[in-house]
C-alpha cells in the first residue's frame, strides 16, 4: 500500500488533477498585477505629456499607437482616446482578473473533491476493527473541517503568498523605474510591516487557541446541562448552574475583549505605519519634483503604485502565521490516509461456498480487549442444513459470525474457520461477503428510500424486492406508508420500529440469494406471530441455503437440523431440539422458562 | 429545519427586539459611531494632501510650507489612529458584552422552562441557540453596524469633497452610482442563492460522511463499498459544479465591479483631461478624482454586503429571541413564588418539612405533544416509606409517574399530592430539593468528584461525603483515582466507567439526604463485582424512604411494596411480586425473560 511518509507528499498526491488550474491561476494573476501596473503609466503620461509638455517617454507600442492617432497633438485636443485606453487595461485587467478567480476556484474545487473521495474510499475499505477503534465524530470532523482548512492553506493562502510576492516584484520593478531612491525610500517600511504583522499574527494565534478552549469549556457547561436536565431540576440545582456558567462566561468574555484590545492596538498602530510610508512617498516625491528628478506625472503614478502594494503587505504577516496551522490538519488526514486498508492474501481464491462450514478450535480476543469472547469452538454447519445457535447476552455468538464473514481476522493461532475445506483467510473477502448473506443484530438502514434499502446490495428489480419483502413480512407494513417503497427512511426520513428495521433487513438479505444466510438474533425486535410467519416461509425463501439462527428465543430456532447451545464463549449442549431436551440440561431449563410464559400467560 | 424559516422577514431586519439588549451600551455605541465616522471621514481627506503636494510644491517648485505639512499629517494619522482604537475596542467590547448577556439571559431562562420544552426540541437545537445565535447576533449590533457607519461615512466625506472642490466631475461620477448599486445587488441575490444550495450540499456530503462510518458494519458485510463510493462520488461532483457555478458568478461580480471602477477611471480622466487642459482644473484635483474613481465602489459594495448579511441574521434573532419569551408549562403561581421563592431567590425560612407520603388522585395525565391519555384516572396512594416498583420493556412509559411526582410535567386533570397537598400549592425548588434522582445512564458533570458528589446539597462535609460513598461501596472508586477528591471527572464523567459512575451518582443522592427517592436503574450490563455494589447500593438508598424505582433487577421487583406494570405507555396492572405472578399475564413473561437471563453463565 502506498504510504505517505510526509505532509508534502500527501498534498501534493491530493493535488493530482488540480495543479494545472493552480498553475493557470498563477498566470493569470500575474496577468492581473501587470495590468493593474499600466493604468497608471497611461495617467503619468497624461499628466506629464499630454496635459504637460514633456517629451513623451514610452514603449515603442504605444508610441505607433499614438502616431496612428495623429500624435500627441490628437490626444490634446481628444482625452477620450485616453480614456478609451484606460477603460481597455481596465477591461484587459478584469478579464484576466475573472479568469484568476475561475481557474483558482476550479483549482481549489477539484483539489477538495479529490481530498474528499479519497478519504471516503479509504475509509470504506478499512477493517472494520479500525472503525470500532476510531470515535465517528474524530473521523467526520477530519473529513469535513480538516479537509477545509487545507483547502484553504491551498487555494487561499499559498495563493494569496505567491501573488503577492509576484506583485511586491512587480511594485519594486515598476517603482524602481520611476525613481530608484524614492523608491527605496518608502521600501524600508515594507519588511518592517511585515515583520510587526507576522509578529503580532504569531503572537497572537496561542492566545486564540486559548479563547477556543476557553469557548469550548463554555460550550460544555451548556451541553452538559442540557442533557443533565433531569439531574439538575432533580436536584433543584438552577442556582449553581446559572452561577457556573455566569462564571466562565464572563471570564471568557473579559478573555475575549482583552483580545478585541489588542487587536484594536494592533490594527491602530499598523495603520500609523502604513501612513508614515504614504507620507515618505508624498514627502520624497515632492522633494524630486522640485528636484527635477521626477515628474507630476511620475508623482501620481508612484503614490497609486505605493496604495496597490499596501494591503497585500499588511495581510502577509496574518497569512504566513496562519499557514502554520494547516500542518496540523494534514498529518490528521494523513492518519486516516495511511491506515492500512483490508487486503487479501496474494493468492486469494473464489472457492464455491455451498460447502460445509468448519469451526476449527475457535479462540477469540477482541483487538485491544482483555478476556476470551470464544474458547475453543468447534462445530460443523454441513451444508445445506440449517443449524441453530441458543446463547444469552454476551455468550459470543454475534462474534462467531463477525469471525466468519472476517469483520475481525482470526489470528491462525486461534483456530481456523473453513468453507469446504478452504481456510476463510484464503478466501477474497469481497467474495465471501457476497456469499454470506447476514441479517445484523443491530440492522442499519441507509438514508435513502425502502426500495433502494432493500434492493442495495445487488440492485434487485422491483420484482424480486418485494418478492423479498413478502417474505419477511414487511410488504404490508410498506404498502401501508403513503410513498410506500418510495418511502425515505434514515437520518432524515421516516423512523421505523425496531421490528419493522429487523424485517426490512430481512428482506435485504433475502434479496441476495446468497448460498449462505446468518440470521443473527434477527428476529428479537418482532413480535411473535411475525416471528412464526417469517419462520414458517423460509423453508421456501431460503432454498438450498445453509442457513445459520441465532437467537435467545427458542422457538426461533427449534427446527434446526442442529443446535448449539454456546454459553460464555463455550459450547456447552448440542443436538437436535428432541435430544437437547431429553439433556435436561441448560437449554431444557430455558425451554421451560419461555414455553411456561407463552402457554398461560397468552 | 424547517424551510420557511428560512426566508423570514421582520421589521426593520429584527433588531428592534434586540433594543432590551443593546441598551445598557447606547453610551459605549454613541463613541463608538462617532469616532468610527471620523476614522472614515478623514480617510476620505487624505487625496487632498497628495493635491496640496502636487497643486503647491510640485506645481509652485517650492518646499515652503512642507514642515507643517508633514506635521499636519502625522498629527492626522496619529489623531485618526486613536480614534480608531478607542471606536474598534468599543465595537469588539460591545459585540462581546451583548453576546455575554445573550448568552447568559439564554441560559438563565432555559433553567425555568419545563420538560415539554426538552422534549419537542433537540439538545442540538438549543444550545445552538445559546452557543452560536447568540455570537452572530453580537456581531450584527456591532462589527455590521460598524461596518455601515464606516463604509457610509466614507462615502459621505467623498461626496462633500468631491462637490465642493469641482462639482461638473462629481456628477460625472455620481451618475454611476446607481448603476453600480443596481449591478450589486443583482449579483448579491444570486451569490447568495448559490450558497444556500452549496450549503444544503455540504450537509449532504457531512451525512454521508456520517453513514458511511456509522454503517461500517452493514456496508461491509452487504459488501456494498463500491456503491456507496459511487454514490459518494456523484455528490462530490455535484459539489464541485454548484461551487465552481458560483465562483464564476462572483468573479463576474468582482471583475464587474473593477471594471467599472476603470470606467470611473476613464471618464474622470476624459472629463477632468479636457477641464485640466482648458485650465479650468488644476493637477492636484484631478488627482483626488482620479483616487476617489478607484476607492469609491469597495464601501458601496461593503454596505450591501452588510445588508445581505443582516438579512440572513434574521432567522437567528427570530429563533433567539422565540427560546427568551418561551412560557414554561410548569410555573409556580405568584402566591407560591412570594412565600416560596422562586429558582434563584428561594425563601428557605418558610419551607415546610417534606414527609414524604405522596397520593395520586384522579389523575388523568397526556403528554402535551401526545394525542392520547398515557393515564386516566389513575388513582394511587404511597405513604412515606413504601417502595414503588415500575416495570415494563424498553420504551413502554415508565418514566410518565416519575414525571408527576417530581413534578416535571403537571397532570392533565386531577391532583397529585405531596404530604397532603397539591404539588402546585409548593414551589418546584422545594420539591425538588427533597427529592434524589438517580439516572440509568448516569449524568456527572465536567468538574471534581466532590463538586460531584455536592451537587445535592453543597454544604457536605469531606467526612459526610466519605460516609456516603462508603454506605454504596464506592470508596474503590476513589482509590484508583491519584487525587482523591479532588479528581477531575471529565466532561460528561468520561474519566469514571458507567458502574463507577452509578456508584458515585448513588453517593450523590444518599448525601443529599431526600425524603422522595426516584431511582432509574441500569440495564446496561457492567461486570459482577461493581453489580454486587450497585444492588447493595440500591438497598440502603431506598431504606426507609418513599421511592419509585424503574426497576430491571428481580430482587428490587420482587421486594417492592408496589409493583406497576406497563405496558404501551399504560399501566395494565399493580401488585405485589406473589400476587402477579398468580395472575400469569404480561409481568410473569417478564419476568421469566429476566431470570432467564441469570440462568445463562451460572455454571
Redesign the interface.
Known sequence: METYKNNRQLVLHFLKGSKRFFALSLTFATLVSLFDMISPKIISFTVDSVIGDKAPEVPRIAELLIERLGGIGALKAHPLFIACAVAAIGALAALSRFLFRTMNARGAETFVCTMREELFSHIMYLPYAWHEKNSTGDIIQRCTSDVQTIKRFVSEQMVQLIRTIIMITMAIIFMAGIHPRVFLGSAVFIPVIIGYSLVFHSKIGGAFEKVDAEEGRLSAIVQENLTGVRVVRAFGREMYERERFEKQNTYYTGFWIHLMQLMSAYWASADVLTGLQVLTVIALGSYACINGTMTAGGFIAMTSYNIMLMWPVRQLGRVISEMSKAGISIERLRYIMNSEKEADRPDAKEPPMDRDIVFDHVSFVYPGGSGEVLHDVSFTVPAGKTIGILGGTGSGKSTLMGLLTRLYELPPEDGKITVGGVDIADIKAAYLRKNIGIVLQEPYLFSRTLSENIGIADDADMKAIRRAARAASIDDAITSFTAGYDTFVGERGVTLSGGQKQRTAIAQMLVRHSPVMIFDDSLSAVDAETDMKIRAALPETTGSATVILIAHRITTLMNADNIIVLDKGRIRESGTHEELLKMNGLYRRIYDLQTAGMEEGE | MKEEEKNIKLPFYGIPRLFPYIKPYRGRMVVMVLLGAATSAIDAA?PL??RY??DH???E???NG?VI??MA??AL??G???M??VS??AC??L???V??DL??AA??H???LS?SY?NQNS?GY??AR??SDTGLIGESVSWRLMNIVWSGSYVLGVLIVMLFIDIRLAACILVLVPAAVLLMMYFQKKILKYNRLIREINSK?????????????????????E???TD??AE??E??KT??RE??V???F???V??L???T???V??QG??L??ANAMR?GT??VF??YALEMLDPIQGIIETLAGLAAIQVNIERLTRLLTEKSDVADSEEVIAKYGD??E?KKENWEELYGDVEFRDVSFRYPDGDEYVLEHFNLKVPQGTNIAIVGETGAGKSTLVNLV?R?FEPTKGQVLIDGRDVRERS??W???N???V?QSP?L??GTIRENLR??R?DATDEEIMEALRLVSAEQVLLKMDKGLDSEVG??GSQLSTGEKQLISFARAIL?DPRIL?LDEATS?IDTVTEKAIQNAIDTVIRGRTSFVIAHRLSTIVDADVILVVKDGRIISRGTHAELMKE???Y??LY??Q???L???EG
Not at chain 2, 451525512?207 to 456494498?224: D, F, P, Q, R
Open positions: 487624505y494632501f497628495n503636494a502636487l510644491f510640485i506645481g517648485q517650492t518646499l512642507i505639512f508633514i499629517y502625522v494619522l496619529i485618526q489612529a486613536v480608531n482604537y474598534a475596542f469588539g467590547k459585540e462581546m458584552t453576546n455575554k448568552r447568559n441560559f438563565n432555559l433553567q425555568t420538560f426538552y439538545v438549543i444550545h445559546v452557543m456530503i457531512t451525512g454521508s460522511y456520517n453513514e458511511g462510518i456509522t454503517g461500517a458494519k452493514s456496508i461491509k458485510v452487504l459488501g456494498i463499498e456503491k456507496m463510493k459518494f462520488k462530490t461532483r459539489m464541485k461551487s465552481v465562483a464564476h462572483s468573479a463576474l468582482i471583475s464587474t473593477t471594471m471602477s476603470s470606467v477611471l476613464a471618464i480622466l476624459w483631461g479636457q485640466t487642459l493637477i484631478l488627482s482620479m483616487s429558582m434563584f428561594p417530581c416535571f418546584q425548588l420539591l425538588h430539593s427529592i434524589g434522582y439516572l449524568h458533570f465536567s451537587y445535592g453543597p466532561e460528561g443529599a426516584v450490563s400469569k399475564g404480561y410473569y413473561e421469566t425473560r431470570y432467564e437471563e440462568l445463562w453463565g
